[in-house]
């Protein structure tokens, strides 16, 4: 055991040692002793890497890509030379672990270490902080990098529209023009090779499916379409079965990333099918405005339904295709590497400045770079909740506009944890008239436009958890006594005669304020509701609640038409006289929007806003 701890600390030593010893380089004179000299590249590791197999190996490689400077060599054998002297090293980092590095005395002070990726930071497999002091340059996807690896272009022809009204004269000319519509008998494809994502694609598509047809192909599902297996991509043949036979096809990404764009957007952007993207890019400045459909702009089933309305009307599907004589879609790879490779032969011969990235993280760290799937969930709610205030809600009591006197149903409330108190329900407490509830039957017996503070509970009342129950309590007072009149809401999916739920129902029994909002429960009635065809809680189902981040618990009352104020907090930290003074400031203010800091320790601001006060 002794032994092995000491090889790790061996194995960092020798990588802290080496990143850390770059700008303490060696001079030494070797292959790149002029600046007309060959400059020589080596491949570090992944040589079967598509993006970088493709460009070839060898110095007439860079000629016959027409690199405007073609003085170089690029390799993967490592016994070419001895490793100090390539100018250039690519290490290709997704598959790269840090003991696999190269353990060298010395690095030449003109020698550039390069960080390559293709993967988006969730899939690189190693804290990228490990490798800080280490490389030179970056080359990847990202805009950001040294060297622009692109996964596609999108490049304006001279024609491009540059207003507002030529782009809507374009849009308006194809109703005279082709019908990209023509033939096709099938509405939504998705190639999928990653059967669980960190966006959490799937489960969007799999919701999505109960609404519209969605033919799924790749190793997760049963239709098949042949594969490029060497370069891990869809074949021409099948991108020309979409054009044939398919009005759409769902780009979504497997991370929700900063650029992070493969290549099959650009793929089919270049064909005659409408793009449905969902990814962590910024697409309105890569691709034309009105040639693709953003599916994080739609819950599942308002996407499915805009699409049924596209597939239905040629006229409005056509518009999407406004765009193609007035751009052209740079996405073949062997261009790609070109653009790419090329472009570090050039930075090797002409820049001479020394770089070292100390800070990797700001650049490849998930946290810095990507969205949490929980972002999109969050972003769902809100699209959720603005549907709910779009269904003209009656008296704000839960009633929804198809909604039937005779759907409500009179039954004896029982209070969750058998305690008597000074309760928000009727004066006996004993019948409640209720259509449905998003916390508990007795929270829709308090008045409406409520203000709520909302948190998640869950897990084990033990060493590591305790923090989340045991400010239940003072969190109840300080409500009361910073923010009176507004309603706490613990959302939870404790099973009872267990020591949590215990612990909820002292808190619950001894403030009235307290309303317990069981999960387990509510989506087991959204379910049964579901079924009924006169109650329409459109677009939600039981089985989005059951599938939420328990994190996400406290947005639940996003949904609900009583709740008009929502503040959600952490369940581990106690609200604050200057909290709840920032908040009636704003709530009494005119500002749409508030930045403020929610603990003075927290360096990052949080941007507040109003959703929707139906």
């Known amino acids: 055991m002794t032994f092995i701890l000491i090889m790790c600390y061996y194995y960092q030593d020798v990588i802290t040692a080496k990143t850390k010893s770059t700008t303490q380089f060696a001079k030494q004179d070797g292959l790149n002793a002029t600046a007309s000299s060959v400059k020589t590249i080596l491949i570090w590791n992944a040589y079967s890497r598509f993006e970088l197999e493709i460009f070839g190996e060898g110095s007439d490689t860079f000629a016959s890509h027409n690199c405007p400077i073609n003085n170089c ?29 190269p353990v060298d005395d010395y690095r030449r002070q003109d020698q ?15 804290e990228v902080d490990k490798f ?36 809507t004269a374009y849009i308006n000319s194809t109703r005279h023009g082709e019908n990209f519509a023509a033939g096709k ?40 379409c042949p594969m490029n297996e060497s370069a891990f991509l869809s074949t021409e043949p099948c991108y020309d079965m979409l054009d044939h036979n398919y009005k759409f096809y769902l780009a979504f990404e497997n991370s929700f990333c900063n650029d992070y764009i493969t290549e099959k957007f650009f793929n089919i952007l270049q064909r005659r099918i409408i793009p449905v993207v969902m990814g962590g890019a910024n697409y309105s400045a890569i691709a034309p405005p009105h040639s693709y459909i953003d599916a994080l702009m739609y819950s599942p089933r308002q996407l499915a339904d805009y699409l049924k309305l596209l597939a239905s009307n040629d006229q409005l599907y056509n518009e999407y295709f406004w765009w193609k004589p007035h751009f052209k879609i740079l996405r073949r790879y062997p261009l790609l590497a070109s653009n790419a490779l090329c472009s570090l032969c050039e930075k090797l011969h002409h820049n001479t400045t020394q770089s070292v990235y100390h800070d990797l993280e700001s650049g490849w760290s998930q946290k810095t770079q990507c969205k949490s799937p929980r972002f999109k969930v969050f972003l769902w709610l809100l699209i959720f909740r603005s549907e709910l205030c779009a269904l003209h809600l009656i008296h704000r009591t839960g009633d929804l506009r198809k909604a039937k006197p005779t759907d409500s149903k009179i039954f004896p409330f029982r209070s969750p944890c058998g305690c008597s108190r000074n309760s928000a329900a009727s004066p006996l407490d004993t019948q409640i008239k209720v259509n449905y509830q998003w916390c508990s039957a007795e929270s829709v017996q308090r008045e409406p436009n409520q203000r709520i503070v ?12 305790m923090k989340y129950f045991k400010f239940l309590r003072e969190n109840a007072v300080k409500i009361n006594q910073f923010l009176p009149g507004w309603v706490m809401r613990l959302h939870h999916n404790i099973d009872v ?52 981040n328990r994190r996400i618990w406290r947005f639940l009352p996003l949904l609900d038409p009583q709740a008009y104020t929502v503040l959600t907090r952490d369940s581990d930290a106690l609200i604050s006289h200057r909290e709840a003074a920032a908040i ?15 603990h003075q320790a927290h360096k990052a601001h949080i941007l507040a806003g109003h959703v929707c006060l139906a």
């Open 112 to 126: 550039r270490y390069i960080f390559f990726s293709q993967e988006p930071p969730p899939y690189i497999g190693e």
């Open 584 to 598: 009636q400031q704003w709530l009494n203010s005119n500002y749409t929007f508030h930045v403020m800091r929610d």
């Open 132 to 167: 800080n002091h280490f490389f030179n340059w970056t080359m990847s996807y990202a805009s950001h990098s040294d060297i622009r690896y692109h996964y596609g272009e999108v490049i304006p022809l001279p024609s491009a529209p540059t207003t507002h009204s030529s782009r």
């Open 73 to 101: 060599l690029i390799t993967k054998n490592r016994s070419w030379a001895a490793l100090h002297d390539f100018d250039a090293v690519i290490f290709n980092m997704p598959p790269l672990s840090i003991y696999k590095f």
């Open 185 to 224: 008998t099938k509405m939504v494809a998705w190639f999928v090779s990653h059967c669980f994502t960190q966006s959490r694609r799937e489960k969007y598509v799999t919701i999505m499916r109960q609404y519209i047809p969605v033919d799924i192909y790749g190793g997760c599902y049963s239709l098949r």
């Open 497 to 548: 005669e267990t020591p949590e739920h215990k612990l909820l129902c002292e808190v619950y029994c001894s403030y009235s304020w307290v309303d317990l909002c069981d999960v387990s429960s509510l989506w087991r009635t959204l379910s049964k509701r579901r079924k009924n065809k006169n109650f329409d809680l459109r677009p939600v189902t039981g089985e989005q609640v059951f599938n939420l």
């Open 454 to 465: 909302s948190f998640s509970v869950f897990g084990k009342a033990d060493k590591t958890g």
